[in-house]
């Protein structure tokens, strides 16, 4: 038996604790999804409270829109995503954490090095000229 759409934007978005240009906003992007009743006014499913407290929760760990969407395009029928689902997302979401906080902590242990210093040296500096990526590019100031 398929829901009923029965939610006015106003509602999920007060229940939600976001804007209603933010579930526009949303279903542009298609993480949620709406009809419009007789009055062209949009209705949403009861699951889209569960969404959309998916979004949020996904958005504070650092989790792009748009990886959140690819997240929901994976799943079949585009439903809501479940107690299992969110596990998988959040185990996988979780590995890339990791990596961001691995990436953060090489910068930040990097840049103990440079404290006192300040000399940004376009050939030296681990923070500035990391790899020195930009040696190919010829000498002097290849950024400004």
Same mark, same amino acid.
């Given at each position: ?59 504070? *760990?650092?989790? !792009?829109?748009?990886? /959140? ?5 994976? @799943?079949? #029928?585009?439903? &809501? ?38 000399? *940004?040296?376009? !050939?030296?500096?681990? /923070? ?5 990526? @930009?040696? #190919?590019?010829? &000498? ?5």
């Amino acid at each position: 038996m398929k829901q009923e759409f029965e939610l006015s934007v106003g509602y999920v978005a007060k229940r939600c604790g976001v804007r209603v240009s933010t579930l526009h906003f949303y279903e542009q992007k298609g993480l949620i999804y709406s009809l419009r009743n007789q009055g062209n006014q949009r209705r949403y499913q009861r699951e889209t409270l569960r969404r959309v407290a998916i979004i949020k929760a996904a958005q504070k *760990l650092g989790i !792009s829109l748009d990886e /959140i969407q690819q997240a929901f395009a994976a @799943l079949p #029928d585009n439903r &809501t995503p479940t107690a299992d689902d969110w596990h998988q997302l959040s185990t996988k979401w979780q590995q890339k954490l990791n990596q961001r906080i691995e990436a953060l902590t090489r910068l930040k242990d990097s840049m103990e090095g440079c404290i006192g210093c300040g000399c *940004l040296s376009m !050939s030296n500096c681990p /923070i500035y000229n990391q790899d020195d990526v @930009l040696a #190919d590019k010829g &000498t002097g100031a290849v950024l400004l």
